[in-house]
């Protein structure tokens, strides 16, 4: 039996081709949500679809969308792409994040990583909330966001250079788009930050 009443509420869970980003799609679909579901490998969110059609009521089938939100495009074609399939979107999760395996000072490709962990975890964020901003804001439903960040965000965790850009990029992800942005175009916006666990374990601390 469903938890939580989402029947026919349009959902878009980015970076939902493994892990956290996966189980959250799964359990919107458990509760009755139609699923967009995206990420860069399509055999690993043919996999996840899988997964969803056989938990979701009635065995509905997720939107699958390849891509990356790191291509200039992409945004928009997702975004489209859930408007076209389902008349519009309910609830957005910006999940999609990463952090770089360089970034010292004394590398040379120490900005190029960096530039690509910034425009991943944080202009990402806002992009695709801009984007489905004008469809939340008439979700019958009421609209909603949440930003997955990460328990680093909150609390450092580590003394790498590296691990410190995808804090600091974690700790401006919990800033986009708060609950007072959201109450003025009436869409409800949280943010979650994962803890440390199983990859196929969801771990959340949600504001």
């Known amino acids: 039996m469903a938890k939580y009443d989402l ?24 509760n009755g949500a139609l699923v967009v579901i995206t990420g860069r490998n399509g055999d690993a969110l043919a996999l996840v679809a899988e997964r969803i059609k056989a938990a979701a009521p009635g065995g509905a089938e997720p939107l699958q969308v390849v891509g990356s939100l790191l291509d200039d495009a992409f945004p928009g074609q997702l975004v489209q792409a859930a408007v076209a399939r389902f008349g ?3 609830i957005l999760v910006n999940n999609a994040g990463a952090a770089t395996p360089y970034g010292g000072f004394d590398q040379a490709n120490m900005l190029t990583e960096y530039d690509q962990v910034m425009r991943l975890n944080v202009r990402s964020v806002v992009e695709m909330t801009q984007l489905a901003l004008p469809y939340l804001a008439k979700s019958t439903f009421g609209g909603n966001v949440l930003n997955i960040s990460s328990i680093a965000g909150i609390k450092a965790v580590s003394q790498s250079s ?20 959201g109450q003025v175009f009436g869409v409800q916006c949280q943010q979650g930050s994962p803890g440390y666990g199983h990859q196929n374990q969801v771990m959340l601390e949600v504001d």
Do not use: C, H, Y
């Not at 990029?169 to 007072?180: E, P």
């Open 162 to 181: 590296t691990e410190d850009e995808a804090e600091k990029s974690s700790s401006l992800k919990r800033q986009l788009f708060t609950r007072s942005d």
């Open 7 to 30: 029947n026919n509420r349009v959902a878009i869970v980015t970076g939902s081709s493994s892990g956290i980003g996966a189980e959250i799609a799964l359990k919107l679909a458990a």
């Open 88 to 90: 519009g979107i309910d």
